[in-house]
């Protein structure tokens, strides 16, 4: 372990990174979508509103950063018959006056798990180095700011400024790795960034709360939450009222992680519904308490009918011509039209909106905020012609732009419906 320490050590991030990571985006989604396409038998899948897609724009790097690294790593114990999560980079330095110290996690699921681990790794490697980027820059913009109001360089020693990236296994088994990736930084809480990682061993794909709870997952999950937090209040904790920016629901793709009872638990933010001083609030979602049978989960899906197609069956012409009608209501600004192109509920990811029930309530929206300038820009720029399927549908979005807003869309019931709206992160 000696040895693999001074080998991590020695390991610089490359300078290229950055643009390997934009060549390896476009690598992965190919590489997985037409392996998903392989082995999906034909059935309609409704995916938590269709935001598993909408949401992924992966990379692909991989863990053997160096010949001595890949040899040392073979070293290290497996946990698990297969999979296993160790440290594939660890370094402390020091930029200026300012310490940064790092634990980088990777997965290896095994072959059957290669492009899984692929995505994760390349997730978090992303992750991390654009957050340790941009508290660098954070600190010196803090630290400009303190000697020009009167502070001096002594005074500036004293706040000894420490950035910190790590993660913290939450569950391993042999069917799910959990785990989080955290980014924090000593002098504010306002930054820090955490990412939460779920991984299904056997089917290895990402895990969603649908998996867990059915169908109805956001049904139930709210009303768990509500009970717990009811009976929190009760025994003196504090929470926002609803009109305060209080609890309403969760978000279709809410933070979890699953802990040592194979339990999700929900988190939220710092200040998202209770008093700073609380800081990230959980609540774990007891699978038998809601009377969900741990050895018999199975991924959120529609019942299997004959005559419907799924999105991997759909023909790609009839795909084209509804993403252009997608892009005629968009750059006409027209609610209405976009409107008669949904399937409800849909998931529209404005602050304070979320799930839209029905057509009316969708109707009352603010068509400048739904239409906003950057979704008008990002589906104009965006290819009708080469969209690829994914279980969630088809996203429509400008994949030039990382992070571009998007519309989702898919086979619903046997007809193309749009099934989200995403704005850019």
Same mark, same amino acid.
């Given at each position: 372990?000696?040895?693999?320490?001074?080998?991590?050590?020695?390991?610089?991030?490359?300078?290229?990174?950055?643009?390997?990571?934009?060549?390896?985006?476009?690598?992965?989604?190919?590489?997985?979508?037409?392996?998903?396409?392989?082995?999906?038998?034909?059935?309609?899948?409704?995916?938590?509103?269709?935001?598993?897609?909408?949401?992924?724009?992966?990379?692909?790097?991989?863990?053997?950063?160096?010949?001595?690294?890949?040899?040392?790593?073979?070293?290290?114990?497996?946990?698990?018959? +297969?999979?296993?999560?160790?440290?594939?980079?660890?370094?402390?330095?020091?930029?200026?006056?300012?310490?940064?110290?790092?634990?980088?996690?990777?997965?290896?699921?095994?072959?059957?798990?290669?492009? +899984?681990?692929?995505?994760?790794?390349?997730?978090?490697?992303?992750?991390?180095?654009?957050? %340790?980027?941009?508290?660098?820059?954070?600190?010196?913009?803090?630290?400009?700011?303190?000697?020009?109001?009167?502070?001096?360089?002594?005074?500036?020693?004293?706040?000894?400024?420490?950035?910190?990236?790590?993660? %913290?296994?939450?569950?391993?088994?042999?069917?799910?790795?959990?785990?989080?990736?955290?980014?924090?930084?000593?002098?504010?809480?306002?930054?820090?960034?955490?990412?939460?990682?779920? +991984?299904?061993?056997?089917?290895?794909?990402?895990?969603?709360?649908?998996?867990?709870?059915?169908?109805?997952?956001?049904?139930?999950?709210?009303?768990?939450?509500?009970?717990?937090?009811?009976?929190?209040?009760?025994?003196?904790?504090?929470?926002?009222?609803?009109? %305060?920016?209080?609890?309403?629901?969760?978000?279709?793709?809410?933070?979890?992680?699953?802990?040592?009872?194979?339990?999700?638990?929900?988190?939220?933010?710092?200040?998202?519904?209770?008093?700073?001083?609380?800081?990230?609030?959980?609540?774990?979602?007891?699978?038998?308490?809601?009377?969900?049978?741990?050895?018999?989960?199975?991924?959120?899906?529609?019942? %299997?009918?004959?005559?419907?197609?799924?999105?991997?069956?759909?023909?790609?012409?009839?795909?084209?011509?509804?993403?252009?009608?997608?892009?005629?209501?968009?750059?006409?600004?027209?609610?209405?039209?976009?409107?008669?192109?949904?399937?409800?509920?849909?998931?529209?990811?404005?602050?304070?909106?979320?799930?839209?029930?029905?057509?009316?309530?969708?109707?009352?929206?603010?068509?400048?905020?739904?239409?906003?300038?950057?979704?008008?820009?990002?589906?104009?720029?965006?290819?009708?012609?080469?969209?690829?399927?994914?279980?969630?549908?088809?996203?429509?979005?400008?994949?030039?732009?990382?992070?571009?807003?998007?519309?989702?869309?898919?086979?619903?019931?046997?007809?193309? +419906?749009?099934?989200?709206?995403?704005?850019?992160?």
């Amino acid at each position: 372990m000696e040895k693999s320490r001074e080998v991590y050590e020695q390991i610089e991030i490359p300078k290229e990174l950055e643009g390997k990571v934009q060549e390896a985006i476009e690598i992965s989604r190919w590489k997985r979508k037409k392996a998903l396409a392989r082995g999906r038998r034909k059935k309609v899948y409704r995916w938590a509103l269709g935001m598993a897609a909408a949401f992924t724009v992966v990379t692909m790097i991989g863990l053997n950063t160096s010949e001595a690294f890949a040899m040392e790593v073979q070293k290290i114990p497996v946990i698990g018959e +297969l999979a296993r999560i160790l440290t594939i980079r660890s370094y402390e330095r020091t930029e200026g006056d300012i310490q940064i110290a790092a634990e980088i996690p990777g997965v290896d699921l095994g072959e059957n798990g290669r492009e +899984l681990s692929e995505e994760t790794n390349a997730q978090i490697e992303k992750m991390t180095a654009q957050y %340790e980027r941009e508290a660098l820059e954070r600190a010196e913009e803090y630290k400009q700011a303190f000697l020009e109001t009167g502070g001096t360089e002594e005074e500036w020693a004293e706040h000894d400024i420490q950035i910190r990236v790590w993660y %913290e296994i939450k569950n391993q088994t042999e069917d799910v790795l959990s785990f989080v990736v955290k980014g924090t930084e000593n002098w504010t809480s306002a930054y820090a960034k955490t990412r939460y990682y779920n +991984l299904d061993l056997e089917r290895n794909e990402f895990l969603t709360l649908g998996d867990f709870l059915g169908q109805d997952y956001m049904e139930k999950a709210n009303e768990s939450i509500r009970r717990q937090i009811e009976e929190r209040t009760q025994k003196g904790e504090t929470f926002f009222a609803t009109e %305060e920016g209080g609890f309403e629901t969760i978000e279709a793709e809410p933070d979890f992680y699953v802990n040592e009872k194979g339990n999700p638990v929900i988190v939220f933010e710092k200040y998202a519904i209770a008093p700073g001083a609380m800081g990230e609030v959980e609540f774990e979602i007891d699978l038998r308490q809601e009377g969900v049978e741990k050895e018999s989960q199975e991924p959120v899906k529609a019942q %299997e009918t004959d005559d419907d197609l799924d999105n991997f069956d759909a023909d790609m012409e009839e795909v084209s011509a509804f993403a252009a009608l997608i892009k005629e209501a968009v750059a006409e600004k027209s609610l209405e039209k976009l409107a008669d192109l949904t399937g409800f509920p849909v998931y529209v990811g404005l602050d304070e909106v979320g799930v839209v029930e029905t057509k009316e309530d969708f109707l009352k929206l603010d068509p400048e905020e739904v239409l906003s300038e950057e979704l008008q820009i990002s589906i104009e720029k965006a290819d009708t012609k080469d969209l690829e399927p994914s279980m969630a549908g088809f996203t429509l979005m400008d994949y030039q732009t990382e992070g571009s807003a998007s519309i989702t869309f898919g086979v619903v019931n046997g007809e193309f +419906l749009i099934t989200g709206i995403n704005y850019a992160y």
